[in-house]
C-alpha cells in the first residue's frame, strides 16, 4: 500500500510541508519535526517542497 511518511533523520523542521496539506495528513510533532498521521495517500506537493528529501511516499 501506497503511503506518504517523513524521515524525522532528514526533517529539519521548516513546516513547509504542513503549511501547504490540504489533507491534514502532516502535523509537527512535540520534537518540531513533521510526521504523518496514518494513510494512503501520495502527498507529491508536500513532497516536492521539502528541501531535505524528508518526505518519502512508499514503502516505510
Ligand atoms: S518540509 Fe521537510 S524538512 Fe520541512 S518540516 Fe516538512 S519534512 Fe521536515
Known amino acids: 500500500m501506497k503511503k ?3 524521515d ?3 526533517c529539519i523542521g ?4 504542513v503549511n501547504i496539506d490540504e489533507d491534514d495528513i ?4 512535540e520534537d518540531g519535526l513533521a510526521e504523518a498521521k496514518e ?3 501520495e502527498l ?6 521539502c528541501p531535505t528529501g524528508a518526505i518519502k511516499i512508499g514503502k516505510e
Open 4 to 6: 506518504t511518511w517523513v
Open 8 to 10: 524525522k533523520t532528514l
Open 14 to 17: 521548516c513546516e513547509a510541508c
Open 26 to 29: 502532516l502535523f509537527m510533532d
Open 39 to 41: 494513510n494512503d495517500k
Open 44 to 49: 507529491k506537493t508536500c513532497q516536492m517542497v
